[in-house]
């Protein structure tokens, strides 16, 4: 079998650039939902933000434990919109104003799991 080292001296490069550019799927910015689109804040944060706020938001994983927080409204709002460089993404243009109350809401009614 004879190979063509032309094509497979390519593959490196291919490759690399592949995974320059792969993201993480909570990470991954998704076309913006309209204001009155329901939010399923539940699903949300097991889907999106429970990578890195483990058991809803109950618990500390990559990121901070989000229940109990001492962080104020606009500080948890800033942080969605804007994100942390290198620790957590931006979703300003993720979600509207109105679904981030609705996911700080969810934060401030957290509570443990009862059991």
Not at 76 to 85: F, T, V, Y
Not at 90 to 110: K, N
């Amino acid at each position: 079998m004879k190979l063509n080292y032309g094509v497979m001296s390519l593959v490196p490069t291919v490759l690399a650039a592949s995974l320059g550019c792969a993201t993480p799927a909570h990470a991954q910015s998704a076309a913006a939902a309209p204001d009155n689109a329901p939010l399923d804040v539940h699903q949300l944060f097991a889907t999106t933000c429970g990578w890195c706020h483990s058991d809803g938001g109950r618990a500390a994983g990559k990121g901070p434990q989000l229940m109990d927080t001492k962080r104020d409204d606009e500080f948890i709002r800033n942080r969605i919109k804007n994100g942390k460089p290198g620790a957590m993404p931006a979703f300003g243009t993720m979600f509207s104003d109105a679904q981030i109350d609705t996911i700080i809401r969810y934060i401030r009614e957290l509570k443990p799991h009862e059991g």
